[in-house]
T-cell receptor, first 111, second 117 residues
Framework: GNSVTQMEGPVTLSEEAFLTINCTYT??????LFWYVQYPGEGLQLLLK?????DKGSNKGFEATYRKETTSFHLEKGSVQVSDSAVYFC??????????FGQGTRLTINP | NAGVTQTPKFQVLKTGQSMTLQCAQD?????MYWYRQDPGMGLRLIYY???????DKGEVPNGYNVSRLNKREFSLRLESAAPSQTSVYFC????????????????FGEGSRLTVL
């Protein structure tokens, strides 16, 4: 079946550091890929998405590129802020099937 | 812009009590979902409803029942609460996947924190 594997957290960085959160997936065909973010005390919200190979999703300074050859969708940001502290979830959806989530990565940014 | 609204936000129950979590969405979405989130466990799907009038089990349905009351509302019921059901519960809804720019992304409520003593 389809699955998503994220790098284990927690991840702690200093403000203005470069961020990478790794995400790899297992699926047949070409699923749609998503990153969701959960700020403290809130529900998940969509951060960015990509629907086909080599697509780059971007939002709020975050980027992720759909890499079919490596089955990856790593999340990156060039300069993180304290306000980026949250839990990040990678997810995939294969056609009309249900969304499959990774385990989540907790990110803490220190000033 | 209400989106997905869940009630209550917090609830404390004693073992054996029953309760219903309510969820409503105003985005005219066909599909609705109930997840639970436990520390270190990510999100686990309890039940979902692909469309009005249908419900299906997810990964962890035991101890729960659901009702898709209409297109807007999807409730989750705990008939006899157990301490293992202490968790944060999230309702979500999604548009239909069409493969033509509509990828069926989920929209989440703010969560309901349930403690069972």
């Amino acid at each position: 079946g389809n699955s998503v594997t994220q790098m284990e957290g927690p991840v702690t960085l200093s403000e203005e550091a470069f961020l990478t959160i790794n995400c790899t997936y297992t699926a047949t065909g070409y699923p749609s890929l998503f990153w969701y973010v959960q700020y403290p005390g809130e529900g998940l919200q969509l951060l960015l998405k990509a629907t086909k190979a080599d697509d780059k999703g971007s939002n709020k300074g975050f980027e992720a590129t759909y890499r079919k050859e490596t089955t990856s969708f790593h999340l990156e940001k060039g300069s993180v802020q304290v306000s980026d502290s949250a839990v990040y979830f990678c997810a995939l959806r294969q056609g009309a099937q249900k969304l499959v989530f990774g385990q989540g990565t907790r990110l803490t940014i220190n000033p | 812009n209400a989106g997905v609204t869940q009630t209550p936000k917090f609830q404390v129950l004693k073992t054996g009590q029953s309760m219903t979590l309510q969820c409503a969405q105003d985005m005219n979405h066909n599909s609705m979902y109930w997840y639970r989130q436990d520390p270190g466990m990510g999100l686990r799907l309890i039940y979902y409803s692909a469309s009005e009038g249908t419900t299906d089990k997810g990964e962890v349905p035991n101890g729960y029942n659901v009702s898709r009351l209409n297109k807007r509302e999807f409730s989750l019921r705990l008939e006899s609460a157990a301490p293992s059901q202490t968790s944060v519960y999230f309702c979500a809804s999604s548009e239909v996947f069409t493969g033509q720019g509509r990828t069926g992304e989920l929209f989440f409520g703010e969560g309901s924190r349930l403690t069972v003593l």
